[in-house]
């Protein structure tokens, strides 16, 4: 497995802007899928943000407005987020998902909290 701590989190007023960080403990060259999730009280947590080696892929409700990334150098993956809307307060996880001969890996990180008031 690999560790991931995300940092970035904080308040934010309605319109405003974030950036998520994710480092991992290990290259994530090789890692299949990298993800952003979040879980606001009372909710599930869902999947906001993913990436593969050649894809991004977004929820609706995020999509326009928020950006995955990676950057392999520094083993870390972002999530740039464009006018935040308070709809998008929820705990925010880094996630990666990897397959391999022992199957399915999935590592989360601690979670950084995003606030954003109207």
């Known amino acids: 497995q690999v560790q991931l701590v995300e940092s970035g989190g904080g308040l934010v007023q309605a319109g405003g802007s974030l950036r998520l960080s994710c480092v991992a403990s290990r290259s994530i060259f090789s890692i299949n899928i990298m993800g952003w999730h979040r879980q606001a009280p009372g909710k599930q947590r869902e999947l906001v943000a993913s990436?593969?080696?050649?894809?991004?892929w977004y929820a609706d409700s995020v999509k326009g407005r928020f950006t995955i990334s990676r950057d392999n150098a520094k083993n870390t993956v972002y999530l740039q987020m464009n006018d935040l809307k308070p709809e998008d307060t929820a705990a925010y996880y880094c996630n990666a998902v990897d397959y391999s001969s022992s199957g399915r890996q999935s590592s989360w990180g601690q979670g950084t909290q995003v606030t954003v008031s109207s």
């Open positions: 990436l593969t080696s050649n894809r991004a």
